[in-house]
């Protein structure tokens, strides 16, 4: 038996932002949890990636991907 789970509009974008977090981290050979302080300490979850989710979420994950990791990189440098 097949059952589907619904899940609300704010568990889709936390999975989102999960998935970006670990997509940045394959892509630089980093630690899931040193990526996701670095995005935090930069404010780029909740000032980029969140509020930009309709969008974000239609790209491909390789461009994604490789937004993610200029965005947190100029984000870094201009801190």
Same mark, same amino acid.
């Given at each position: 038996m097949e059952y589907l789970v619904e899940i609300s509009q704010e568990q889709q974008m936390m999975a989102f932002v999960?998935?970006?977090?670990e997509s940045v981290?394959?892509?630089l050979n980093a630690d899931y949890a040193e990526v996701?302080?670095?995005m935090k300490r930069v404010g780029m979850i909740?000032?980029?990636i969140l509020p930009h989710?309709? &969008?974000l979420h239609t790209e491909s994950r390789e461009n994604? &991907?490789?937004g993610l990791v200029e965005c947190l990189n100029e984000w870094e440098r201009k801190r």
């Open positions: 999960a998935s970006c977090i981290a394959r892509f996701f302080r670095r909740e000032h980029y989710y309709d &969008t994604l &991907t490789k």
